[in-house]
T-cell receptor, first 113, second 115 residues
Framework: EAQVTQNPRYLITVTGKKLTVTCSQNMNHEYMSWYRQDPGLGLRQIYYSMNVEVTDKGDVPEGYKVSRKEKRNFPLILESPSPNQTSLYFC????????????FGEGSRLTVL | AQSVTQLDSHVSVSEGTPVLLRCNYSSSYSPSLFWYVQHPNKGLQLLLKYTSAATLVKGINGFEAEFKKSETSFHLTKPSAHMSDAAEYFCVVSDQNTGFQKLVFGTGTRLLVSP
């Protein structure tokens, strides 16, 4: 089954404790992206990657890092989480950057105390 | 810069009645427009997309949207609501100049369907 898998789905952590949210897709997609969803703000792009070893900042990259060492994986790293990073995070992928159709994971709800 | 405005944060309809979710966009170039749906505790799923072909776009589950350049609108409609349509809907814009990696999402419209 074609899918985007995120882990963990739910996480409660404390300020400053490094964490990684993994994202993996099995569709051989070139383009991957991370979004955060906050009430009343819609989805905002954090980082995206157009292919292996090619990443770029989205609209809200502060406090986040990413890497794309393999085509299928695109982890999101919070080196020192803060409470303002409490949010619902989505990973998405697409066959190419210009196809317009994103496939989303089911989301990771992160709470930073 | 491109932007979208979803005019209603919540829309309530009865099962079997028409659905109208409103979206206005702002774009400097020829826009591509999308509607995505998010069911509870799920990721977003593409409903339909407009990319400068036919102005009336048909999507999945009986939804359609009409691109009206003169009104800068891209409203989503369905003739008859079903209980399973209850979800949150996002209007999305991307300038073809910048590519689809710069999608801009609206703030969402929650559709409530009552029996």
């Amino acid at each position: 089954e074609a899918q985007v898998t995120q882990n963990p789905r739910y996480l409660i952590t404390v300020t400053g404790k490094k964490l990684t949210v993994t994202c993996s897709q099995n569709m051989n997609h070139e383009y991957m992206s991370w979004y955060r969803q906050d009430p009343g703000l819609g989805l905002r792009q954090i980082y995206y990657s157009m292919n292996v070893e090619v990443t770029d900042k989205g609209d809200v990259p502060e406090g986040y890092k990413v890497s794309r060492k393999e085509k299928r994986n695109f982890p999101l790293i919070l080196e020192s989480p803060s409470p303002n990073q409490t949010s619902l995070y989505f990973c998405a992928s697409s066959l190419g950057w210009d196809t317009g159709e994103l496939f989303f994971g089911e989301g990771s709800r992160l709470t930073v105390l | 810069a491109q932007s979208v405005t979803q005019l209603d944060s919540h829309v309530s309809v009865s099962e079997g009645t028409p659905v109208l979710l409103r979206c206005n966009y702002s774009s400097s170039y020829s826009p591509s427009l999308f509607w995505y749906v998010q069911h509870p505790n799920k990721g977003l799923q593409l409903l339909l997309k407009y990319t400068s072909a036919a102005t009336l776009v048909k999507g999945i589950n009986g939804f359609e949207a009409e691109f009206k350049k003169s009104e800068t609108s891209f409203h989503l409609t369905k003739p008859s609501a079903h209980m399973s349509d209850a979800a949150e809907y996002f209007c999305v814009v991307s300038d073809q100049n910048t590519g689809f990696q710069k999608l801009v999402f609206g703030t969402g419209t929650r559709l409530l369907v009552s029996p």
